[in-house]
């Protein structure tokens, strides 16, 4: 009997990757049909964002920026709509920029769903799309020095003198707050670097959970206030807002994907002790 | 003596009342000036033939053994440089860690597969391949379409090298430049094809998956010195003694930067470090 | 919008089909992606940087007079109207003839296609390299040597911060990031063999380092499970009937392909890409 | 040779020792160049280039598909594929009302039909299929080897399970048990003796016990063995430690390489 489970240990310890690729594939798609709904608790990072945004008096002008593309959505985009909810809730002023040209199309889905269809907000006085501008971080320096120079026009064509919300804003000095949802680069360090740090405005970001690594130092030293860490991040704030969406629904295909991973793991190690106790006895 | 000279020049230009220089990043010009001329201190000693020993990095070693065992195999050597432009720093490392493996693949007479994702570095990684070419005495073994263009996204990138890799099976897969997510599309593919791979790289979020899925891992900071350790040049060695000197200033400015916070805590001074270091 | 789902269903499991093996679908559709993925940005590029901001600075529509050289040779090129709309282009830029550099480089780097010219792209190179050099030494220096100094820089006599705690900031912690950080840097030295207690110090770098790498791996292994959830809603979306089910019947088609071209090669011996290295 | 390297060499140190020592002089064309220009020069260069890449590619893809080489008909599609873009970005914009430039970011156009139905299910299964690599990836690298990637194994999957809501169910005793088994099967290896194993376990597990019954098996007591607080702290301190050696690496790494670039020290870029 023993000799059997050791021989199925070892077979599992050696399977040609393709049947992990499938148990992956089943392990992400079942939970997707039968929810389990699993508990979802906010780590520090998330209840620092959520503490640093609800901290905002009412009316006070919030510099949301969508770095993010399509192959990235299902991350970033459970964020940006959390962060909306919550802004908008607050009644608080957004000005929504991209630094990526995909960014725009990103904003754009998520303000109509948001802040036209859940809110019915007047564009130009609750919320306005500035738009993608190319440049990467010379955009962001020039967002420091002079917005007007850089949009003359918002992403909808009217002349910004035009916008009643744009009146007395010139630089990111006037913003309250600025949350920079990003996937890469240009994205998050950027925001740091040329905005953040030299101009005092605080800011949080939500990032993809490959990025939380390079980011992880600055929110540590303070630099940014705390951090949306990818799905999960996403998750925790949907529920500290009170709001379940995307992100909580596919943290239980999270869960049971990460177990799969590591039962994988531990029998991989299983076998290549018996394999290495083996050798040392031939 | 230059530098002697030059600082006196700029002290006496600070007093001079320093019309047109921006004081509050006086930390930063400090900083760049202090480390570069340690820098050129370390090359021009090296280049007046101090020798310097430097530890062995097995990743640079396993670069000759990639490219013999290609030859070996009569299989190609896959080189990739980066998915960025010339516009970051690794791209250029990249480059030119190309212009020595090229020198390698001549004087094995290997095939040399270099599928790029920007233009620029496909004229840049070209000129400097048939440098190596003919330094080797071998101009007739290169063709231009060695260092061929794919595209400029970094998915279709990562689609096109998995497709020439499964299609050609290249023996060795050198990854050198600056990479994003794609990093373990191109490890996990060149891993199951078999090859031996070694990358190089300094963009902090995809060094664990080189870790992970390659042989050996050039990290960070030693990816820079992949040039100097391959070239053998005096003044690129001099230059890497110059970076360690650096990281140990770096090392006493942490210590430093540690004691003073605590004096400025307790009282004892009043001037904190903390706004001293934060630049606008 | 129904054409478009399909489409957009065959290339995602297209893609997804390189898993069993490099076939005949995701080689349609790797060669497709490449195709379209350079178009894409080439005519990006264009509309998004060549026009506005080249352009859009030489000929401002702000500083548009018929009566100047300037402006007669701009209305040369009206023919391509929508390039070179009537009256300049309008894109809150204004004049900088400085961009002739650039723009002279770009030409340079276009002739460079002649071997004969192939020098001319040097300049670019240079240019680009130069630019590079000092701005990421300045941003890079500024931000990862500098804040890291100041980030490390923690209060050791700091009445409100208790001795240990799991999360959150506390002493120990601090001097666990001190230490980590320290021996860490260490480890990169060059011009030292990692011998005798030197050696011990990287060791423990390296053991640092080491847990950084596991974590970020950790972390990433939750993004990428939820790239893969985000496909999968987008497949279930498009199975409905509305998109007459596309996702179920290019399923289905592939599969029995597939399953077919599996069973044909059953004869012959199939070079599996299971990992057989030789060494 | 002037044109062709000391011209080359010139522009590189000029260019770069105007990028970094711009930041310092208080005049308001050179802050600008520093700011904007110089990556809006670099963008505009890289805009022309392009088009030598397409055209690289072009004459590969064609040349395959006259020369017949194997698999010429894939070369088709990619011919194809590039011949539509183009046509969605420059000849047919499938909206009027959206004028020419703006029409490559705005809804309604063909470029926005082809970025929806075509190049965003492409890119987002490529990146989709690191889901499947890291699994592969972790399941081959992630073994036992020497104490180094052990501390990958341990690190890696304390903050997979820890971040992740089953992680928060699991009982920080179910994990002091555990502890205690691994505990015996390293003295078995170490001591190769029966009864030294048998007592390290039956130890183990009766101080556990006891322990636990006493303070009544709260699930995240005591918090050092209770997966998310142990991943928050992995996460916020050895990993923030490496992380912070790693930049310092490479910012030391990057400035000294750019120095080197300015200064000619470093210049086979542009060919000896």
């Known amino acids: 009997m023993m000799k059997y489970i050791i021989e199925l240990i070892l077979s599992i310890g050696k399977v040609d990757r393709r049947w992990i690729f499938l148990v992956i594939g089943l392990a992400v798609l079942l939970p997707l049909f039968f929810p389990l709904g699993l508990p979802i608790r906010a780590t520090t990072a998330t209840q620092r964002v959520y503490d640093a945004v609800e901290e905002l008096e009412p009316n006070s002008k919030v510099l949301v920026s969508f770095e993010y593309g399509p192959s990235t959505k299902p991350e970033i985009h459970p964020m940006a709509i959390a962060i909306l909810r919550h802004l908008f809730t607050n009644s608080q002023k957004v000005y929504v920029t991209c630094l990526w040209p995909d960014g725009q199309f990103m904003a754009e889905d998520a303000l109509t769903e948001i802040a036209e269809e859940e809110y019915g907000l007047t564009y130009g006085e609750d919320y306005v799309l500035l738009g993608f501008r190319p440049g990467n971080e010379a955009v962001v320096k020039g967002l420091v020095s002079n917005i007007r120079k850089l949009y003359t026009t918002d992403a909808r064509g009217t002349l910004v003198d035009q916008i009643p919300m744009m009146a007395n804003v010139n630089k990111v000095k006037d913003f309250d707050f600025i949350f920079s949802a990003s996937a890469g680069y240009p994205g998050t360090i950027e925001w740091v670097q040329y905005a953040a740090d030299p101009t005092g405005v605080p800011m949080s970001t939500g990032t993809t959970s490959i990025q939380v690594n390079d980011v992880m130092p600055y929110v540590q030293s303070g630099q940014v206030k705390g951090i949306l860490a990818g799905m999960p991040g996403a998750a925790e704030y949907e529920a500290l807002i009170g709001s379940p969406g995307i992100g909580t629904s596919g943290m239980d295909a999270q869960s049971i994907a990460h177990l799969v991973i590591v039962l994988f793991i531990v029998f991989g190690n299983i076998t290549y002790f018996i394999e290495t106790r083996r050798a040392k006895k031939y | 003596m230059v530098a002697g000279g030059l600082a006196l020049a700029f002290i006496v230009f600070w007093l001079a009342g320093h019309p047109g220089f921006r004081e509050e990043r006086i930390v930063m010009f400090l900083a760049i000036t202090i480390m570069a001329s340690t820098l050129i201190y370390f090359i021009r000693l090296a280049n007046r033939g101090e020798k310097f020993h430097l530890r062995s990095i097995p990743g640079l070693k396993a670069v000759e053994e990639a490219v013999g065992r290609s030859t070996e195999m009569g299989k190609p050597v896959l080189y990739v440089p980066g998915i960025m432009d010339m516009d970051q720093v690794e791209t250029v490392a990249g480059v030119i860690i190309l212009g020595h493996v090229a020198k390698m693949t001549a004087r094995y007479e290997t095939s040399l597969n270099v599928p790029v994702s920007r233009s620029i570095v496909m004229k840049a990684g070209r000129e400097i391949a048939r440098e190596s070419y003919t330094m080797e005495g071998r101009p007739d073994l290169f063709q231009d379409d060695m260092v061929h263009y794919l595209t400029d996204d970094q998915f279709a990138y990562a689609a096109g090298v998995n497709g020439i890799m499964v299609r050609e099976k290249p023996a060795a897969c050198l990854y050198m430049g600056k990479f994003y997510a794609e990093s373990l599309i191109l490890a996990e593919t060149g891993n199951s094809i078999g090859a031996i791979q070694i990358a190089g790289t300094a963009s902090q979020a995809q060094i664990p998956f080189f870790v992970t899925a390659c042989d050996y891992t050039l990290i960070g900071e030693e990816f820079f010195a992949a040039s100097a350790y391959l070239s053998q040049k005096p003044e690129l060695l001099g230059g890497l003694k110059g970076q360690d000197m650096l990281k140990a200033f770096v090392t006493a400015a942490i210590l430093l930067s540690l004691f003073l916070r605590v004096f400025s805590d307790l009282g004892w001074i009043g001037w904190n470090v903390i706004d001293f270091l934060t630049v606008q | ?279 | 040779m002037l044109w062709k390297r000391q011209i080359p060499i010139l522009i590189a140190t000029v260019v770069g020792l105007l990028t970094l020592f711009g930041w310092f002089i208080d005049n308001p064309g050179i802050e600008s160049f520093v700011n904007d220009d110089a990556t809006q020069w670099f963008d505009i260069l890289a805009s022309f280039a392009i088009f030598l890449g397409a055209l690289n590619l072009m004459k590969l893809q064609g040349r395959k598909v006259l020369k017949q080489h194997s698999g010429w008909q894939y070369s088709l599609f990619a011919i194809g594929g590039f011949i539509f873009a183009i046509v969605a970005g420059f000849i047919y914009k499938g909206n009027d009302a959206v004028a020419w430039g703006v029409h490559v970011t705005s809804k309604g156009t063909l470029f926005k039909w082809m970025f929806d139905f075509i190049f965003t299910p492409l890119s987002a299964t490529m990146f989709a299929l690191l889901a499947f690599f890291v699994a592969s990836a972790s399941y081959r690298a992630f073994r036992v080897r020497n104490l180094e990637a052990t501390l990958l194994l341990v690190s890696g999957m304390i903050i997979m399970v820890g971040r992740v809501p089953l992680g928060s169910s699991i009982s920080s005793w179910f994990i002091m048990y555990l502890l205690v088994l691994v505990g015996s099967v390293a003295a078995n290896i170490k001591f190769q003796d029966k009864i030294i194993t048998f007592g390290v376990l039956l130890g183990g597990v009766v101080i556990v016990t006891i322990w636990g019954s006493l303070a009544g098996w709260p699930v995240d007591q005591p918090s050092i063995f209770y997966l998310p607080m142990l991943q928050d702290w992995i996460y916020n301190n050895p990993n923030v430690a490496g992380a912070r050696a790693i930049m310092i690496g490479i910012g030391l790494g990057i400035f000294a390489t750019s120095i080197r670039y300015i200064l000619g020290v470093e210049k086979s870029y542009i060919g000896e």
């Open chain 3, 1 to 279: 919008m129904v054409i478009g789902a399909w489409i957009s269903v065959f290339l995602t499991l297209a893609i997804l089909s390189y898993l069993y093996k490099d076939n005949p679908f995701y080689k349609v559709a790797e060669h497709v992606f490449v195709g379209i993925s350079t178009g894409y940005w080439t005519s990006m590029f264009f509309w998004t940087q060549i026009q506005p901001n080249l352009f859009g600075r030489l000929w401002p529509a702000t500083e548009y007079d018929a009566s100047s050289l300037w402006y007669k040779f701009y209305n040369l090129f009206g023919v391509f109207s929508s390039v070179f709309p009537e009256g300049g282009i309008a894109k809150g830029h204004d004049m900088h003839l400085i961009y002739l550099v650039p723009f002279a480089l770009g030409i340079m780097m276009l002739l460079s296609v002649s071997s004969k010219l192939s020098w001319m792209a040097r300049w670019g190179i240079a240019y680009t390299v130069g630019m590079a050099a000092g701005l990421r030494a300045y941003g890079f220096l500024n931000s990862n040597v500098l804040g890291q100094i100041k980030g490390s820089a923690f209060q050791i006599f700091n009445s409100d911060l208790p001795y240990f705690a799991l999360v959150g900031e506390s002493i120990t912690n601090n001097f666990v990031i001190l230490i980590g950080t320290i021996t860490g840097l260490m480890y990169f030295y060059f011009s030292r063999e990692h011998t005798g207690n030197f050696g011990r110090l990287t060791k423990v770098g390296i053991y640092f380092l080491m847990i950084s790498f596991g974590a970020s791996f950790g972390f990433a292994v939750m993004g990428r499970i939820s790239l893969l959830i985000g496909r999968f809603v987008d497949l279930m979306h498009y199975s409905s009937s509305a998109y007459n089910n596309a996702t179920l019947w290019i399923l289905l088609i592939m599969v029995l392909l597939l399953g077919y071209s599996a069973f044909m090669d059953k004869g012959r011996p199939v070079e599996s890409p299971v990992n057989d290295r030789t060494d």
